[in-house]
Nanobody
């Protein structure tokens, strides 16, 4: 098992930046591919970005391409989501997730472990 705890959410103005962190404990962090998902009120949980377990491969949703960057530091058991040029439509609860596999997935059902989420609110 791996436990995930997100942090770094908050209120920010449109055009601003935030960096989310997801700290992992438990099993070996480097064994897990990691993903970030988000869920706005009344909507489904959507893929945002993901990274392979060695950090060599990343992917992100079209809606955040060029604005968000995922990275990881296996020595710190942490995955990050740097969010720039934020828009009001980025407002959501952001979740990190882990899957015990080499490569990442864009599908939430492929992830076995989830954090509790962190709220991000972007004001216009």
């Amino acid at each position: 098992q791996v436990q995930l705890v997100e942090s770094g959410g908050g209120l920010v103005q449109a055009g601003g930046s935030l960096r989310l962190s997801c700290a992992a404990s438990g099993r070996t962090f480097s064994a897990y591919a990691m993903g970030w998902f988000r869920q706005a009120p009344g909507k489904e949980r959507d893929f945002v970005a993901a990274i392979s377990r060695n950090g060599a491969l990343t992917g992100d949703a079209d809606s955040v391409k060029g604005r968000f960057t995922i990275s990881r530091d296996n020595s710190k058991n942490t995955v990050y989501l740097q969010k720039n040029s934020l828009k009001p439509e980025d407002t959501a609860v952001y979740y990190c997730a882990a899957r015990n596999y080499i490569s990442y997935s864009t599908a939430s059902y492929n992830y076995d472990h989830w954090g509790q989420g962190t709220q991000v609110t972007v004001s216009s």
